[in-house]
């Protein structure tokens, strides 16, 4: 029987999103041959309410393995606006149904991280057939011990720290580095291990300003310092905060992350010079590691099988180092955070790097 398989990137962008989708086409083209058409639905959900999508050919799958970005385009479509119908007047979840029936789709593959899927969970629930791949360079997808996008960003974010240290020798300087990862702190976890930070700090433990500063003055003889700050590190002051209140106060003082004003305290507590580097997007862009071009094969052949076995309502997932899939009903909403006895913060603990906690 002849499939109609949908595919969409929804969210920000990562390296592994063309790899996955190769990696779906060709096992779904090897399979079914003929007895499979893929419709690629351009710019994520906002393609699906709007209508925007194209038949796509084998070709079309071609010399992708090692692009970055994404072949379909992505937008952010916040999942809580799903259900409020705006100035547009659009119905957005009935136009995501619409267009699921005009274009005759047997099923639909949400490509995304966190809001990704729970909107593929609103949509499974509302009796599309839907299956979620679990895309993010923040790692921070509950139920899978892995999202594809995530080692490629800890390879980029660990060669800023690696430059950063001959810079930050050179001028015996505090260098405060800013690493993606708005709610979870794996990934400046991770790079910060892999570039030997001297500090790391995270949302999942919130920091005290002193305890920085009193770790770069134990490195005083060693001249200079380097902290790994994740986007979304806060104090533990700010820990007792609403996140609102939280953003207020913070856009009262001028700021959207934490790291300009640690670098600015460190300085006034420690009378060491500091400077702050924020690598931002470029942690999201360029071509996949060859372990996410793997990770995304792997994930998107799964995705072909739960396809071929009509399972839907699933996100695929690593559990336990094998690919797997867990109920998007199960995963949706939550977030895996670091947790904070977490192997690695014990390891990065035990060199001696501080936490601020
Ligand atoms: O979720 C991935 C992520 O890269 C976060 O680490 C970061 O906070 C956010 O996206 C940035 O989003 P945008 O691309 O919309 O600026």
Same mark, same amino acid.
């Given at each position: 029987m002849k499939k109609r398989v949908?595919? &969409?990137?929804?969210? #920000?962008?990562?390296?592994g999103l063309n790899a996955t989708i190769r990696g779906v086409a060709k096992a779904l083209y090897a399979r079914m041959g003929d007895n499979v058409e893929i419709i690629g639905i351009l710019n994520g959900y906002s393609g699906l309410i709007n209508g925007d999508y194209k038949e796509m050919c084998e070709d079309d799958f071609r010399g992708i393995l090692t692009l970055g970005g994404t072949i379909l385009g992505t937008k952010r479509t916040p999942f809580k606006l799903m259900r409020v119908v705006e100035e547009d007047k659009i119905d957005k979840v009935a136009a995501m149904k619409k267009t699921y029936k005009d274009a005759k789709l047997d099923c639909l593959l949400c490509l995304g991280g966190n809001g990704t899927h729970k909107t593929a969970n609103l949509l499974s629930q509302e009796g599309l057939n839907i299956i979620g791949l679990p895309k993010t360079i923040d790692n921070d997808i509950y139920g899978t011990d892995v999202t594809f996008g995530f080692h490629t960003a800890v390879d980029i974010a660990t060669d800023v720290i690696d430059r950063i240290h001959t810079t930050a020798g050179s001028h015996s300087r505090v260098m405060c580095i800013e690493i993606m990862g708005n709610k979870a702190g794996w990934l400046t &976890? /991770?790079?910060?291990? @892999?570039? #030997?930070?001297?500090?790391?700090?995270?949302?999942?433990?919130? /920091?005290?300003? =002193?305890? &920085?500063a009193a770790a770069c003055e134990k490195r005083e003889s060693k001249g200079f310092s380097i902290l790994a700050v994740a986007e979304g590190a806060f104090d533990k002051e700010e820990a007792k905060l609403k996140k609102k209140e939280r953003a207020r106060l913070r856009a009262e003082q001028g700021l959207t992350t934490a790291t300009p004003r640690i670098a600015k305290q460190i300085e006034e507590l420690t009378g060491r010079e500091t400077r702050v580097c924020v690598p931002g997007h470029m942690l999201r862009g360029g071509s996949p590691s060859a372990y996410d071009r793997v990770l995304a094969t792997k994930f998107g052949v799964h995705a072909a099988e739960l396809i @071929? @076995?009509?399972?839907?309502?699933? @996100? *695929?997932?690593?559990?336990? =180092? *094998? *690919?797997?899939?867990?109920?998007l009903s199960e995963v949706a909403g939550k977030t895996k955070f670091v947790p904070a006895d977490h192997q690695l913060v014990k390891t990065a603990k035990a060199l001696g790097v501080a936490f601020g906690d």
């Open positions: 949908g595919i &969409l990137t929804s969210g #920000g962008d990562c390296p &976890l /991770y790079s910060g291990i @892999a570039g #030997g930070a001297d500090m790391i700090v995270i949302p999942e433990i919130p /920091y005290d300003i =002193e305890k &920085l @071929a @076995a009509d399972k839907y309502g699933y @996100a *695929v997932a690593m559990i336990n =180092e *094998v *690919v797997s899939e867990n109920p």
